[in-house]
């Protein structure tokens, strides 16, 4: 079995030795604080909206945790012990509260037990979770009326693909993947090789971009179909069960709003060891909930070919799914240009449907200019659908009518999907007691509702918005207010203008609120408090710059709380994340919460547990890379990227908080491959911080991030690009940190490693840290805990109390 062998420890390079192995450090006690620290639960609506949901969390998992055996298969990470994702979301607790606040009542989970999947069924009855233990997987039930708990089926379901259960019949029972009964072990490596791994191409092009965790031997394949293998089956809420269908690497299992019928998705060989499975070949088929196969839609061959360009799409079938407005009728999108964009067409996506008894042939819905993005189901004669061009950034909104023969869509929207100001939001959906998902609408069916960010000069300012059907237009029915920054979640009663808010100010922590619209007035449902106040006495605000060609930046600006303006200038900590537009209008907008008004918690991993060690923090500087018309943004990234930073090192100079000496850079992921880059190619900084980047374009040849074209049609600028190749000019110094398990698509470890063999090499300062069993996104206690310290003591050493004004020459 080829499971990841994972350290325990950490990994450091120290800056004189070279290589050591070193124990995990904890960061200063009010930062180890929030670490150990319950999260705030996470709430869920019943369908109905009578009762919420609250689903505790524990603290950060340990290091032996995320440390447990893993198999990488295929694109997808595998725990062989419960044959399931591993690292899944876990909750400790589940708790039921009622709407008017007069009931409370405890869900009697056993002690110790680790929940994933936690949700309501579709009739408000009942609430199910999947149990996680040492012997895998098993489905739970809870009664609303007791809170009493029961367990519905052995630790033998597989969650490979995910959530291994959904509700069918509005709560009557559930579709389950359970394990094959009949497996045997799983299979394993051979002492002695037979001969060597190969693989062979033709003259076709497959350009796929940099994915991790591929299959790589027939091993991997015997293991792939060992661990996605299951058998579906349906279990009824006395715990019995009836097996549905045979047997197959299933990826999806749908039922239908009637509940007579499954849509049923799996893949099977030939595999790929170049792309995830996602892209292998998929059969797509209609069964009868006996199991009979009825009609199949589709059979997909391999999609190793897809193009690179972002609007590229696989040829056949894709997003498909039941119409949830309607008892049984199969619906998906399919590309009309053959799925690449580079083909000149007047239409590139058509919308099909097939009702039961699928015999017949598929109907046309619509067909659209661009790509489908988004549907959303009403009724039989309201849907609601977005397409979507990203080289243009163009997006348009229709209004359908699914049952109208020969009707034609009605434009709702069209807009640049970069402009937040006119972002129309999100429409309200709701489930209804047999599960389905439809656009609420109002009792007379003439309005449908929307919410959303409510981006604007000022900041987001989230709403909700009344969409008059018969017109198209809209109407602002509440806006979140100063000082308060609230946000909906769902609408609880449209006709009632009842609205389940959260809402948070700078001293509240974030809580539910039932609002009413019409009385204007809300009631707070939950009392959360922060177990762990992280950030008391911080002070901050949005500041606005321009940059030398005319671009408006903004940026948070937070002070720590011993910042005492008479005292002098600070030590300041730029933490950005450069993102791709193609208007400089679009680039100039303001994001982030009006006048501050939100509750500052710093996240586990957040570079904000820096205020409390003295540093100002300058916080999403915007770093705009544009290309407008024909030209591509990162045809200019380097000059865009020093000029952004120079203007925002220039305006907290101006504000008298910075000492242009004592400024450091720091960034995540591509925010890590920025830093990289502004040291190479400025000395605006006196130090940087760089997590988990990707310094070598040739190692992504593919395309990354929102660059498009291939190393072979943009050679200089994926050299241009790649702080690799400018290691040499890297004259400050720079902390280098990286999961040695990291799953992202193109930040492989080696990425830093060799930075850092490469700034050793020409002689620079640079430390690298490499985080045993750490993914993009690190998680465990001792991990966080040893990156807040190595943060800590590298601001310390180069910009703080440690650190002399005099640049390196």
């Given at each position: 079995m080829r499971i990841s062998q994972l350290i325990l420890g950490i990994l450091v390079f120290a800056p004189n030795a070279g290589f050591a192995q070193g124990q995990y450090r904890d960061p200063p006690p009010d930062i180890k604080r929030v670490l150990d620290a319950p999260l705030t639960p996470i709430v869920r609506v019943s369908p109905g909206g009578q009762w919420l949901l609250l689903i505790e969390r524990p603290s950060l998992p340990s290091i032996s945790e995320v440390a447990a055996p893993e198999l990488r298969l295929a694109g997808v990470r595998i725990n062989p012990r419960s044959n399931g994702l591993s690292r899944v979301a876990i909750a400790n607790g589940l708790s039921l509260r009622s709407m008017d606040g007069r009931t409370e009542r405890r869900i009697k989970v056993p002690s110790g037990a680790r929940l994933g999947y936690p949700g309501w069924s579709p009739d408000g009855m009942h609430v199910s979770w999947v149990a996680e233990d040492s012997r895998g997987l098993s489905l739970w039930v809870a009664d609303l009326a007791t809170g009493d708990a029961r367990r519905l089926t052995d630790p033998v379901l597989n969650g490979a693909v995910g959530d291994p259960?959904?509700?069918v019949g509005g709560g009557r029972a559930l579709l389950c993947r359970f394990v094959v009964a009949s497996r045997a072990i799983p299979p394993s490596a051979v002492d002695v090789p037979?001969?060597?791994?190969?693989?062979?191409?033709?003259?076709?092009?497959?350009?796929?971009?940099?994915?991790?965790?591929?299959?790589?031997?027939?091993?991997?394949?015997?293991?792939?179909?060992?661990?996605?293998?299951?058998?579906l089956?349906?279990?009824?809420?006395?715990?019995?069960?009836?097996?549905?269908?045979?047997?197959g690497n299933y990826t999806s299992a749908q039922v239908s709003p009637d509940g007579q019928h499954i849509l049923v998705g799996s893949v099977?060989?030939?595999?790929?060891?170049?792309?995830?499975?996602?892209?292998?070949?998929?059969?797509?088929?209609?069964?009868?909930?006996?199991?009979?196969?009825?009609?199949?839609?589709?059979?997909?061959?391999?999609?190793?070919?897809?193009?690179?360009?972002?609007?590229?799409?696989?040829?056949?079938?894709?997003?498909?799914?039941?119409?949830?407005?309607?008892?049984?009728?199969?619906?998906?999108?399919?590309?009309?240009?053959?799925g690449d964009p580079s083909r000149a067409a007047p239409k590139r996506d058509r919308v099909q449907m097939l009702p039961a008894p699928f015999s017949g042939a598929a109907v046309t819905?619509?067909?659209?200019?661009?790509?489908?993005?988004?549907?959303?189901?009403?009724?039989?004669?309201?849907?609601?659908?977005?397409?979507?061009?990203?080289?243009?950034?163009?997006?348009?909104?229709?209004?359908?009518?699914?049952?109208?023969?020969?009707?034609?869509?009605?434009?709702?929207?069209?807009?640049?999907?970069?402009?937040?100001?006119?972002?129309?939001?999100?429409?309200?959906?709701?489930?209804?007691?047999?599960?389905?998902?439809?656009?609420?609408?109002?009792?007379?069916?003439?309005?449908?509702?929307?919410?959303?960010?409510?981006?604007?000069?000022?900041?987001?300012?989230?709403?909700?918005?009344?969409?008059?059907?018969?017109?198209?237009?809209?109407?602002?029915?509440?806006?979140?207010?100063?000082?308060?920054?609230?946000?909906?979640?769902?609408?609880?009663?449209?006709?009632r203008s009842l609205v389940l808010t959260r809402r948070e100010s700078v001293n509240d922590v974030p809580n539910y609120y039932l609002r009413d619209l019409i009385r204007q007035r809300s009631v707070r449902l939950t009392d959360f408090q922060d177990p762990a106040p992280g950030l008391s006495g911080v002070t901050k605000r949005i500041i606005t710059y321009p940059r030398n060609d005319g671009v408006q930046l903004s940026a948070t600006l937070y002070l720590p709380p011993t910042y005492d303006s008479t005292k002098?200038?600070?030590?300041?900590?730029?933490?950005?994340?450069?993102?791709?537009?193609?208007?400089?209008?679009?680039?100039?907008?303001?994001?982030?919460?009006?006048?501050?008004?939100?509750?500052?918690?710093?996240?586990?991993?957040?570079?904000?547990?820096?205020?409390?060690?003295?540093?100002?923090?300058?916080?999403?500087?915007?770093?705009p890379i544009i290309g407008e018309g024909n030209r591509q943004p990162n045809d200019t990234y380097i000059q865009q990227l020093v000029a952004s930073a120079e203007a925002a090192v220039n305006k907290v100079v101006e504000l008298g908080i910075a000492d242009?000496?004592?400024?450091?850079?720091?960034?995540?992921?591509?925010?890590?491959?920025?830093?990289?880059?502004?040291?190479a190619h400025s000395r605006l900084f006196r130090a940087g911080i760089a997590r988990s980047g990707a310094y070598n374009r040739t190692l992504t040849p593919f395309g990354f991030q929102a660059e498009e074209?291939?190393?072979?049609?943009?050679?200089?600028?994926?050299?241009?690009?790649?702080?690799?190749?400018?290691?040499?000019?890297?004259?400050?110094?720079?902390?280098?940190?990286?999961?040695?398990?990291?799953?992202?698509?193109?930040?492989?470890?080696?990425?830093?490693?060799?930075?850092?063999?490469?700034?050793?090499?020409?002689?620079?300062?640079?430390?690298?840290?490499?985080?045993?069993?750490?993914?993009?996104?690190?998680?465990?206690?001792?991990?966080?805990?040893?990156?807040?310290?190595e943060m800590g003591t590298w601001l310390d050493k180069y910009i703080g109390s440690a650190a002399t004004k005099t640049m390196t020459p």
């Open positions: 259960c959904s509700w037979t001969g060597p791994i190969t693989q062979e191409s033709d003259s076709r092009a497959a350009p796929n971009r940099t994915y991790q965790d591929l299959l790589h031997s027939p091993l991997d394949e015997a293991l792939f179909d060992y661990y996605w293998n299951s058998q089956s349906i279990v009824q809420l006395d715990g019995t069960n009836r097996p549905v269908g045979p047997a099977h060989r030939p595999y790929s060891y170049l792309v995830p499975y996602e892209r292998f070949p998929k059969r797509l088929a209609v069964w009868d909930v006996g199991g009979r196969m009825l009609k199949e839609i589709a059979d997909h061959p391999l999609q190793e070919e897809v193009p690179p360009d972002f609007d590229a799409v696989p040829t056949g079938p894709r997003m498909y799914g039941w119409r949830q407005d309607a008892p049984a009728t199969v619906f998906w999108v399919e590309a009309m240009d053959g819905l619509a067909e659209l200019e661009t790509r489908v993005t988004e549907i959303a189901w009403g009724r039989a004669d309201l849907a609601i659908l977005t397409e979507g061009w990203w080289k243009t950034r163009r997006s348009r909104t229709w209004l359908l009518d699914p049952d109208g023969s020969g009707s034609r869509p009605r434009l709702l929207f069209d807009r640049s999907s970069e402009d937040r100001y006119a972002d129309p939001g999100e429409v309200v959906l709701h489930e209804t007691s047999a599960g389905a998902e439809l656009i609420l609408t109002s009792r007379d069916g003439r309005r449908a509702f929307l919410t959303g960010a409510g981006a604007s000069p000022e900041g987001d300012r989230p709403f909700v918005d009344e969409l008059t059907l018969g017109t198209g237009a809209t109407r602002r029915i509440w806006r979140s207010t100063g000082p308060f920054f609230e946000a909906p979640v769902t609408i609880v009663d449209a006709d002098g200038r600070i030590p300041v900590l730029l933490w950005a994340y450069p993102q791709e537009f193609k208007t400089a209008q679009a680039a100039a907008q303001v994001s982030g919460s009006p006048f501050q008004f939100r509750f500052d918690r710093s996240g586990w991993l957040s570079h904000l547990f820096m205020l409390q060690e003295g540093y100002a923090v300058l916080d999403d500087p915007k770093m242009r000496d004592r400024v450091a850079i720091g960034g995540h992921s591509y925010g890590a491959f920025m830093t990289a880059n502004l040291l074209r291939t190393f072979w049609q943009a050679r200089d600028i994926y050299t241009q690009m790649s702080p690799f190749t400018y290691a040499d000019q890297i004259k400050d110094p720079i902390l280098l940190i990286h999961g040695m398990a990291d799953d992202n698509s193109g930040t492989f470890p080696i990425q830093s490693e060799r930075l850092y063999a490469a700034l050793k090499g020409t002689g620079a300062k640079a430390r690298l840290v490499m985080l045993p069993a750490e993914r993009h996104g690190y998680t465990a206690r001792e991990s966080i805990g040893h990156v807040m310290w």
